[in-house]
């Protein structure tokens, strides 16, 4: 069974920064492709970051080029979001999937980001 368990998310100041983290178990988890998704209160579900298997190669939105980092540890089975400089309109529960392309959420509790002064 796939279980993905989200945490590191809490309540930060704008311009803050947070590391959130992914437990992965039940699969061979450095031979998928792993992104984290994100839903603000009233949208759906938006792709943040995407990183392939062995780390080669990274996706981000446009919107978080430059301030957050995904990169993961096969070893450890656990992926990883570096957040800088957040902002209040990235309050938003954030799950972690399976995959490079699309939206879903993965199945976890997802861990909830407050970006608020």
């Known amino acids: 069974e796939v279980q993905l368990v989200e945490s590191g998310g809490g309540l930060v100041q704008p311009g803050g920064s947070l590391r959130l983290s992914c437990a992965a178990s039940?699969?061979?988890?450095?031979?998928?492709?792993m992104k984290w998704v994100r839903q603000a209160p009233g949208k759906g579900l938006e792709r943040v970051a995407a990183?392939?298997?062995?780390?080669?190669?990274?996706y981000y939105a446009a919107s978080v080029k430059g301030r957050f980092t995904i990169s993961r540890d096969n070893a450890a089975h656990t992926l990883y979001l570096e957040m800088a400089s957040l902002k209040i309109e990235e309050t938003a529960m954030y799950y972690c999937?399976?995959?490079?392309?699309?939206?879903?959420?993965?199945g976890g509790q997802g861990t909830q980001v407050t970006v608020s002064s």
């Open positions: 990183i392939t298997s062995v780390g080669g190669s990274t």
């Open positions: 039940g699969f061979t988890f450095s031979t998928y492709a």
């Open positions: 999937a399976q995959g490079f392309f699309g939206t879903e959420a993965g």
